[in-house]
Every structure is written in C-alpha cells, then in structure tokens.
C-alpha cells in the first residue's frame, strides 16, 4: 500500500450455493483482517490499518459449496487512507 490505510473489501462470486470466506494475513501468518459469513457478496475490512512497505497475504477459502465446484469470483479492494 502507498499510505498507511484501512482496506475494505467486496467479494463476490458465481455459485449462488457456495460461500467463499477471505482473510488478510501479515508476514509473520497473524490475520489481521477478514470476511468470514454466510452473506453474498462478502462485505467487509476496516478492521486493521495497513502499512507501507509491509507484505500481506489474502487467502479466498472455499467454506461452502458442492464438491468439484469450481466458479469465477471478483475481489474489489478499495483503501481510506488514516493520517
């Protein structure tokens, strides 16, 4: 991220019987920032700022859905910057 700033996230997907959940971890494996429920799309973030010059990892987990399914999603970050 350029600025120190809070994300917030949009995840939506294709399967209208599957539920994708997604989580924001920092280097060291600590979540820091989630959407983790049964509502489609996920709406969600805020939760920790981000920081410049830091890596993060965004993990997308199948939680619930038909075996073998496999289905497009879109992630839509958007960032607040906190001075």
């Known amino acids: 991220v ?3 700033e809070l ?3 949009n995840l939506d ?3 209208s019987e599957a539920d994708l959940d997604a989580v924001i971890y920092d280097s060291s494996g600590e979540p820091l920032d989630w959407m983790v ?3 489609k799309p996920e709406l969600g973030g805020g939760y920790a700022p981000f920081l410049p010059d830091e890596d993060y990892f ?3 987990l199948p939680w619930v859905g038909p075996n073998g ?3 497009d999603w879109e992630l ?3 960032g607040v910057a906190v001075d």
């Open 2 to 4: 350029p600025v120190t």
């Open 69 to 71: 399914t496999t289905m």
């Open 58 to 60: 965004l993990v997308i």
């Open 13 to 15: 997907w294709s399967d």
């Open 76 to 78: 839509i970050l958007e």
């Open 7 to 9: 994300l917030y996230f």
């Open 37 to 39: 429920t049964y509502d």
